[in-house]
């Protein structure tokens, strides 16, 4: 495990969200290296394939198109060679259960998408944060639960 970046992989049809990640992410102190893909079916081919680098964190919206982020996430919680990545999910404002639903089927993070630009990089570097302490220290990642 490489302990100077984090691998990082961003999952949403809206290129604009793309790029907020993106641009989030770059202003950082953390090194990170992103990888994104416009939809679950994409998403899910890359993470399936022998080759692929294993992430450490992966963001993927709720209504992702292509694969439905619950059947992507359903997927991924199905191999164990994703055990050690971290994934959330990350949405507009939806119901208390559907956020539920997203942590029964394994989701280590959910977080709330603010239509401010100020609150999401906060809450996003929130998680990188927690997640870069997890990745450092070799904490278990399967006690990490977070809503934000």
Known sequence: MNKEFLNV????NDDSTLIIFKNILKDLKISIKVQCFNNGRDLMEYLNNEDA???EIVFINYTI????????????????KF??????????PISENEIEDIFVKGAHIFMKKSEC??????VLTEVITINWQY????LN???LILKV
């Open 135 to 138: 990745h450092t220290s070799g």
């Open 53 to 55: 680098v294993v992430p």
């Open 9 to 12: 992989i961003v999952a949403d």
């Open 65 to 80: 198109s292509g694969k439905e982020s619950m059947d992507c996430l359903e997927e991924i919680r199905s191999h164990s």
């Open 117 to 122: 630009f100020e609150s999401f990089k906060k």
């Open 83 to 92: 055990n050690n990545m971290v994934t959330a999910i990350f949405s507009e």
């Open 141 to 143: 990642k399967d006690h």
